[in-house]
Every structure is written in structure tokens, then in C-alpha cells.
């Protein structure tokens, strides 16, 4: 896996919005925060176009894409916001200039695709984190841990015990993102590289059958009999029919696993809330669930 490389003061991050439309005043708080880290913003040029849902049409869109993994200086490429639009880009991307300057991709939610594409296709790590749309309302910490990761290369977490966790060490890259866009990659050439690594998921806005029905569909498919370990992140705004469904995420992920011994940790603040910290795609980390102590860490 390519490591794209750590960035200095004076690097270039370019701004683009391959999916949903852009909100300008979280655009221009972005730009201000990534100016405070003395770092150069750059705008693609179609990012503040609409067209429906999108940020412009698919080809506005998919200029401003090839224009940043083109880019011969810049260092990372950060997506707004997610919603619906970036896999209507990526059938006919170039690549070739982007992998003789990899470039850290950076976001959460619908970028999974892009983290799909970069992870598998051009063999390079990618990062999980906040956009700009959720700048204004993310925590410090959130903002603390994407800065921290992108200059130093380094993190390391613990966070909140859950009843539910199973306890074990691994050592893997960590693969995944949203749950909804992940299923969708698989039996593609999109479909993360699951064995011996370590599964992310997090998701929003889903019937609680809607989850089981696609965790069902990840051990179908013989993802839980390849990876390492597991990761649960925020599972947002959660909805129930008129009857409820009677298990809760943790029920159901417990009810798909329990015949595998690899590690599993709830509750990692990682997701559509505004703790959402920095989790890099493709990167070795070290991982141990233990009965007073979750630790992920680069080292």
C-alpha cells in the first residue's frame, strides 16, 4: 500500500465537491481553519455549481476530480461533503498522474467510494475524517486528530468500554467507511481488501432492519470469516417501524460474529456525529480490546 506523505507548512489542499452541492459559508470556515494551519487552500473550479443534488453536473464534477489528481504540487485532496454522486465519477478517472504524487483523499459518508477506489485501485491509504460541511459544528478534538495525523503521521485512541466489545489484539490496516456505501462495493472492483484487516463501519439515517439486513449481507459475502477485527462507529439518527425491530446494533453485529474470535470494539467516535475523529484507510494500526482498555494506535 502507498503511503502518501506526510505534509508540511505551505503544503496545498485542494477543495472539491464530488458529491452533494455546497453550502459557500462552511466552504470559506474551511479555508479559514486550513489557512491557521498554514496551509494554501485551493478551490476546484466548478466546487460552488449545482445541478439537482450535485455540486454541477457529473462532468463538472468529474473536471474537478482529474484537475486534483492531476495537481503536481498539491498534497491533499478534501472532499466537501458526502450525501449522493462521487461513484458517477470514477469509471473514467486517469490515475497516472495522481500515482506519480499520491495524494492523502480525505472524507467520510459517500466518499467511502472514493476511499474504495484509492484503497484498491491505486493501492494508496486515504484518510476517514470530517469535510467542511461539518467544520463548524466538529469538535476540537475531532479537528486535533485530522491535523495531528496529516503533519505527524502518527494517532493514537482510546475510548468509552462497551458491554458488548469481544476482547483480542490485532495488528492490520484498517478497511471500510459507511456501512450502506461498503455493501455496495461488493463483487466489484471496488470491494475493500478484507483479509486480515480490520473493519470501520459507521452509518446514519437507517431502519434498524435496514442494518441487519446489510450486516447479514457482509457475512454472506464472507467478510466476517476474512478480517481481523471490527470496529463499530456512530450509528446516527437511527429509526424504527411502528412495530419495533427488538435488537439493538450491538444485538445484531454480536448475532453475526460470534463464531469468530478476532476483536470487536463499539462506540468508536468516528462518523455523522460531531465527534468524528481522523481514522486513516490502508494504514497499519495496532488494535487491542481488553476489559478496561481500547487502544487503536499507528505504532
Known sequence: MIIPSKINKGDEVILIAPS?????????????????????????????????????????????????????????????????????LLEDINPSRFLEKPKWIIGFSDITFMHCFSNIILNTASIHATMPINIPDNTSKSMKSLSDF???????????????NKYGQIKGKIVGGNLTVLCATLGTNYQPDFEGNILFIEDIDEYYYAIDRLLWQLKFAGVFHH???L????????????????LSVEEMVLEKVQEFEFPVAFNFPGGHENENWTMPLGV???FTVSKNRINLSTN
Open 227 to 229: 478480517i481481523g477485527g
Open 284 to 286: 497499519d494500526m495496532n
Open 150 to 164: 496529516l503533519f505527524y503521521g502518527g494517532l493514537q485512541y482510546e475510548w468509552k468500554e462497551n458491554k458488548h
Open 20 to 88: 452533494r452541492k455546497v453550502d459557500l459559508s462552511a466552504l470559506e470556515i474551511t479555508e479559514e481553519w486550513l489557512k491557521k494551519q498554514d496551509l494554501v487552500p485551493l478551490r476546484g473550479e466548478h466546487i460552488l455549481k449545482e445541478e439537482g443534488i450535485f455540486a454541477g453536473t457529473d462532468s463538472e464534477r468529474k473536471h474537478d476530480l482529474q484537475w486534483a489528481f492531476d495537481h503536481p504540487t498539491a498534497k491533499v485532496i478534501w472532499c466537501y461533503r458526502g450525501g449522493y454522486g462521487s461513484v458517477r
Open 231 to 246: 470496529i463499530l462507529g456512530h450509528f446516527t439518527k437511527m429509526k424504527d417501524n411502528k412495530t419495533p425491530f427488538g
